[in-house]
């Protein structure tokens, strides 16, 4: 069974920092990428940042690049999310998610699984 479960999230004042974490149970053998995405109210859910199980290269979205970072453990259990350099356009309910396709990056239609989210605000 698939599960995905976000911690971390918060209230941070502009220039701060928070570590999303995500615990994952997925079969290693079917998962291919895994990511963060984000979705504020009314607007779309868009990816933040993403990368190849198992792998080291990462995608970020020109939003976040060079701010954020994205990492896992080394068993593949726990994917992180660092945030830093925090902006109020960052406030969004944050979303970890996992994709059973070789070719998912950021693109959200691509993933299969997904957690219950974990809340940002960032205030100004």
């Known amino acids: 069974q698939v599960q995905l479960v976000e911690s971390g999230g918060g209230s941070v004042q502009a220039g701060g920092s928070l570590r999303l974490s995500c615990a994952a149970s997925l079969p290693p053998y079917r998962i291919f990428y895994v990511a963060w995405f984000r979705q504020a109210p009314g607007k779309e859910r868009e990816g933040v940042a993403a990368i190849i199980t198992r792998g080291t290269l990462p995608y970020y979205a020109d939003s976040v690049r060079g701010r954020f970072t994205i990492s896992q453990d080394n068993a593949g259990k726990t994917l992180y999310l660092q945030m830093n350099s925090l902006k109020p356009e960052d406030t969004a309910m944050y979303y970890c998610?996992?994709?059973?396709?070789?070719?998912?990056?950021?693109?959200?239609?691509?993933?299969?699984?997904w957690g219950q989210g974990t809340q940002v605000t960032v205030s100004s």
């Open positions: 998610a996992a994709s059973t396709s070789l070719r998912a990056g950021l693109g959200r239609s691509e993933y299969n699984y």
